[in-house]
């Protein structure tokens, strides 16, 4: 196990009393303490690197803990988990919603819960990185030339001019990866449960029924949140509705997608290629089928995993936690505060 403890009193100085337990959860890359400055909160905090598995190894590795810091849905705060961790008072978790987190659960044992804002353009960002990189195989070109493979060239890319972009969610984040399409001369095309006809016109954007965007987009891109209405929405019936040449960009949520339905149309090439940045199981198991699936393109879920947006994370949870330390509430998630972001 790796960890990293160190504590602050308010004055620079080490106290003589016992200091508030905090854990921070899931700092893969061990940033989190050098993107805030977490001094002057008067806590001990222990910085846990590495994922936990299992609710008995999340209790065991925070037991102790009165403050919880959580990097979006890595750790499953359910109802179980939670009554396993009888000193927790305050969770917080980066991004305005999480739905890895029973709020009612955590306000039914007197637990804070408390978010940061979110930004969408980190996402949308990765979301064109791994558009290009599918749809002109930059992976293999990168590794053939490595190689030395002969001939020099051999494989033949396609362009985005003048395809159409389907994209199943026009919010935020859609909207910013519709507008990158446009710039390129593409054309775009949205649904959701939710959407309307004049929310796609005011972006320039065609307003069409689920099945033809299923069957009219040569790439389509998932940038819906995930819910009761949308988990499983793209099934095996729906992408066996897709163009044989299409190719399927997810940056969203795992659920929303079967993955065997997905994993069952990669190997027999009923679409082109995939190319994924969430999974059903995070870290993806090392025997997981995706690991073997032909024409696939798969990152470790680093959409929204950038310098500035961590930064921009820490630095409104540390704002936070000095505002409890306060007796204020900033940014409350759970009906515990009488309000509920999580929709």
């Known amino acids: 196990m790796v960890k990293q403890n160190f504590a602050h009193g308010a004055d620079g100085t080490q106290p003589s009393l016992p200091m508030t337990r905090c854990a921070i959860l899931d700092d893969y890359q061990g940033m989190a303490l050098s993107l805030a400055d977490w001094s002057g909160l008067g806590l001990s905090i222990t910085v846990h690197r590495q994922h936990y598995e299992t609710p008995q190894a999340v209790a065991h590795a925070i037991a102790d803990d009165e403050i919880v810091v959580a990097m979006r849905e890595r750790t499953v705060f359910d109802r179980h988990q939670l009554s396993l961790l009888p000193k927790l008072k305050l969770l917080l978790s980066s991004g305005a919603r999480n739905p890895a987190i029973d709020l009612h659960a955590a306000a039914d044992l007197g637990i804070t819960v408390i978010g940061s804002d979110s930004k969408a353009y980190p996402t949308a960002e990765l979301t064109w990185g791994l558009i290009h990189a599918l ?3 930059i992976p293999g070109e ?17 362009d985005l001019h003048g395809r159409t972009l389907g994209v199943f969610g026009l919010g935020t984040l859609g909207l910013q990866v519709t507008r990158v399409a446009q710039a390129f001369g593409m054309h775009t095309l949205a649904w959701s449960n939710n959407l309307t006809p004049e929310a796609c016109a005011a972006a320039g954007v065609e307003y069409v029924s689920k099945q033809d965007l299923l069957r009219r987009s040569d790439i389509l ?16 019936a729906e992408l066996a509705l897709m163009k044989p040449t299409a190719c399927l960009i997810n940056t969203s949520r795992a659920q929303i997608v079967d993955e065997a339905a997905l994993v069952q149309s990669l190997e027999s090439g009923r ?23 032909p024409n696939t393109l798969l990152t470790p879920h680093i959409g929204y995993v950038t310098e500035d947006n961590y930064r921009f994370w820490f630095g409104q949870l540390v704002e936070s936690l000095h505002a409890w330390r306060r007796g204020e509430i900033l940014r409350p998630m759970n009906p515990a505060t009488n309000v509920d972001r999580s929709k």
């Open 142 to 158: 990168d590794a053939r030339l490595r190689r030395g493979d002969e001939p020099w060239q051999t494989q033949v890319g396609k």
């Open 135 to 137: 749809m002109r195989d």
């Open 271 to 293: 679409i082109a290629g995939a190319a994924l940045d969430v999974y059903a199981a995070e870290p993806l198991p090392m025997d997981h089928r995706l690991r073997r699936t």
């Open 221 to 236: 891109s998932i940038h819906t949140q995930l819910s009761r209405r949308t988990e499983g929405a793209i099934g095996a």
